[in-house]
């Protein structure tokens, strides 16, 4: 399982008529990457803490992490949302041994993830930065096809991805790109772990490789709890010299992760040698990584609502001048349907850039809108 123990980072519509902003209610600042869910339609918050939603939806479920849940049965424009608190006096340290529960988690994991064929409609959004300064953003829609919700590591290992997980590019609304860096780090090495990265079972098994190295550390801690629903906090000193932190909502009745959020240091691990599109070599630093998965209960059983990482701090050296890279990609699946049918036509080709791929033209309503800075840059500001 060594293989899997790091983490490497791959580098005309109708708008919505109304929008949302989710606030802090006790300072009122914005709330980013706030879920909403309204009739079989996910979306979520900007930077400035806005979210497009259609004009005919009636209700809206509103949450975000370390925020209580609001349920509205009419629009708003402003929605604040209420911290959670933990009353301090009552605090106790309790402890959690991760190691059996993600294991019982990965042994039963299509049992309380939803493991048929399905259809999402998924939005895309990707971005890069280089030496701290914005690159290329792009934000598309697609179709994403998917034969368990899970990764297949017999598929994957021999590198047939159409039978795990198939997609088609639709719109593309905005795609900017400056000069990248002083040099061009691009490479054709897309492999089965990045494939695997797309669902949460092979983040599991990474996590499980990483606390089973004979010199690795586990901590696990009870943040908080209340009803079925615990916090729960993870901290992992790798052999390999990763550290790894974060927070998962678990639902003790359910056993399932709903959220989860780590973040990978991987500074510690030693550069190596890669070699880009054209073959020249250069010296490749691991930096940190965030990754983050969210669920949502439908029809008694879970579903992908997000998929998200944040790389920063990756180092390309050559000729003596190093980069500095960071990037973030992240996948919202908007819609969820069951299906029967065994993929899509056109798909994405994987063993491209992802982006060289020509999108279907399919007009519907956005379900993304622009941050501010976002729109500067797309602005040429």
């Given at each position: 399982m060594k293989q899997i123990s790091f983490l490497f980072i791959l580098f005309s519509a109708v708008l919505y008529s109304q929008k949302i902003q989710v606030l802090d209610e006790d300072n009122s600042k914005a709330i980013a990457n706030a879920r909403i869910v309204s009739e079989n339609q996910i979306v979520y918050t900007n930077e400035d803490g806005f979210a497009p939603v259609s004009a005919q939806n009636k209700s809206f479920e509103i949450s975000a992490p370390g925020y209580q849940t609001q349920k509205l049965s009419a629009f708003r424009n402003v929605v604040k949302l209420q911290a959670k608190v933990t009353d301090i006096d009552e605090v106790k340290i309790v402890n959690v041994n991760l190691m059996p529960l993600f294991e019982d988690l990965s042994k039963n994991y299509h049992k309380r993830y939803y493991d048929e064929p399905s259809l999402y409609d998924v939005t895309l959004k990707s971005k890069s930065f280089n030496n701290n300064q914005l690159t290329m953003l792009v934000i598309a829609e697609a179709k994403m096809w998917t034969k368990s919700n899970s990764y297949n590591y017999k598929d994957g290992i021999r590198k047939n991805y159409d039978n795990?997980?198939?997609?088609?590019?639709?719109?593309?609304?905005?795609?900017?790109?400056?000069?990248?860096?002083?040099?061009?780090?691009?490479?054709?090495?897309?492999?089965?772990?990045?494939?695997?990265?797309?669902?949460?079972?092979?983040?599991?098994?990474?996590?499980?490789?990483?606390?089973?190295?004979?010199?690795?550390?586990?901590?696990?801690?009870?943040?908080?709890?209340?009803?079925?629903?615990?916090?729960?906090?993870?901290?992992?000193?790798?052999?390999?010299?990763?550290?790894?932190?974060?927070?998962?909502?678990?639902?003790?009745?359910?056993?399932?992760?709903?959220?989860?959020?780590?973040?990978?240091?991987?500074?510690?691990?030693?550069?190596?040698?890669?070699?880009?599109?054209?073959?020249?070599?250069?010296?490749?630093?691991?930096?940190?990584?965030?990754?983050?998965?969210?669920?949502?209960?439908?029809?008694?059983?879970?579903?992908?609502?997000?998929?998200?990482?944040?790389?920063?701090?990756?180092?390309?050296?050559?000729?003596?001048?190093?980069?500095?890279?960071?990037?973030?990609?992240?996948?919202?699946?908007?819609?969820?349907?069951?299906?029967?049918?065994?993929?899509?036509?056109?798909?994405?080709?994987?063993?491209?850039?992802?982006?060289?791929?020509?999108?279907?033209?399919?007009?519907?309503?956005?379900?993304?809108?622009?941050?501010?800075?976002?729109?500067?840059?797309?602005?040429?500001?």
């Open positions: 795990i997980l198939q997609m088609q590019l639709n719109n593309v609304k905005y795609f900017k790109k400056k000069k990248e860096g002083v040099f061009n780090s691009k490479s054709n090495d897309f492999n089965h772990a990045d494939m695997g990265d797309y669902f949460f079972n092979f983040e599991i098994q990474r996590l499980i490789a990483n606390m089973k190295m004979k010199k690795s550390k586990t901590i696990g801690r009870l943040l908080g709890e209340k009803g079925d629903l615990q916090q729960i906090g993870i901290n992992i000193k790798s052999e390999n010299g990763i550290i790894i932190e974060g927070e998962m909502e678990y639902n003790k009745k359910d056993k399932v992760i709903t959220f989860y959020e780590v973040n990978y240091q991987q500074s510690g691990y030693p550069p190596y040698k890669k070699k880009n599109t054209e073959g020249v070599e250069y010296d490749f630093q691991l930096g940190d990584v965030w990754v983050t998965f969210d669920f949502y209960k439908k029809d008694k059983t879970y579903v992908s609502a997000l998929k998200k990482t944040e790389a920063d701090n990756f180092k390309i050296t050559h000729d003596g001048i190093t980069d500095v890279r960071k990037s973030s990609t992240e996948m919202i699946y908007n819609t969820f349907s069951k299906s029967d049918k065994k993929g899509l036509d056109p798909k994405v080709d994987f063993s491209k850039d992802f982006w060289d791929n020509v999108p279907v033209k399919e007009d519907k309503e956005t379900t993304i809108l622009l941050s501010q800075k976002e729109q500067d840059f797309v602005n040429g500001n």
